[in-house]
């Protein structure tokens, strides 16, 4: 992918689609890349929404289930994504970031065996990541996004992020805590800044058990423990990835004779090892 007049281009060359939005304001120079989801049935309707002068708002990008990109504004121009927002010392987000939507139902409800959106889709369990939100306590359900999605935005992140030197990637519900949620916990946020950022192999965060914690072959309840599990409070582990509130770890200790486990824990039993 490649950015000429502040307009994306695929990798076969082409422009991606371009549907241009009345909802946007002047010039800027973005400093941060913003994550939303867009709550909506369908990209299509998202975007037929942002079309539509009475929406007031707006994105620069829409990326649909299938990976395919729609561009609104150009990323040298303020969209309307952010709303009242504060990141640092920057506050009124939309001058300073480009904001990304990307098709996702967002938090979703029980609705006997199944899941709802609040705009009356059901989805299947499989379709689903149970976890509370890192702003919240309760638990909710969150509807996954597809490995087309993730990858289509680590291609247009990298993209963005060399050609207009950003500082960060960051989701609304960080630049606008308790007013927003997206994109949620199911969203890869610390693996995709990992990789945007720069960090080293050698540079990966060690963090301790602060209970007695399952570690299971997969990011979820549904996977099942692991030989060496429960891991006892006060152990190491390196952290090697994540999905939503997931950890995928290495542990740094020999657990039942063994020195080589690795698994999915969950990150609210972890704490940052302090520097020895």
């Not at 241009?20 to 369908?42: D, N, Q």
């Not at 010392?89 to 967002?106: F, Q, T, V, Y």
């Not at 149970?130 to 289509?152: D, M, R």
Request: net charge negative; aromatic share 6%.
């Amino acid at each position: 992918m490649k950015i000429l007049r502040h307009r994306l281009h695929l990798d076969n060359g082409e422009p991606c689609e371009y549907r241009k939005s009345p909802c946007h304001g002047g010039k800027m120079k973005p400093r941060l890349l913003v994550m939303h989801y867009t709550a909506s049935a369908s990209a299509e309707s998202c975007i037929n929404w942002f079309l539509n002068p009475q929406a007031k708002a707006s994105a620069h990008l829409v990326i649909a289930r299938d990976g395919s990109i729609t561009q609104l504004v150009p990323f040298d121009t303020v969209a309307w994504h952010a709303g009242a927002s504060r990141w640092n010392e920057l506050s009124g987000m939309n001058h300073h970031s480009i904001g990304i939507e990307l098709d996702n139902a967002g938090r979703l409800q029980p609705h006997g065996d199944r899941w709802r959106a609040w705009f009356g889709r059901d989805y299947h369990d499989d379709e689903v990541l149970v976890e509370h939100h890192k702003n919240e306590v309760e638990t909710s359900g969150w509807q996954l996004y597809t490995p087309e999605q993730i990858e289509a935005t680590m291609e247009v992140a990298q993209c963005l992020f060399v050609r207009y030197g950003l500082e960060d990637i960051v989701g609304h519900e960080d630049i606008s805590p308790g007013r927003k949620s997206d994109p949620g916990p199911a969203f890869p946020m610390g693996a995709l800044r990992a990789r945007l950022l720069g960090r080293q192999e050698d540079e990966l965060p060690v963090m301790r058990t602060i209970t007695g914690l399952h570690i299971r072959s997969g990011p979820g309840v549904m996977h099942p423990p692991m030989p060496g599990s429960p891991l006892p409070p006060g152990v190491p582990v390196e952290i090697m990835g994540e999905e939503g509130a997931w950890r995928r770890v290495s542990v740094l200790a020999n657990i039942n004779g063994m020195t080589d486990l690795e698994g999915w824990v969950h990150g609210r039993y972890l704490k940052q090892e302090k520097p020895g």
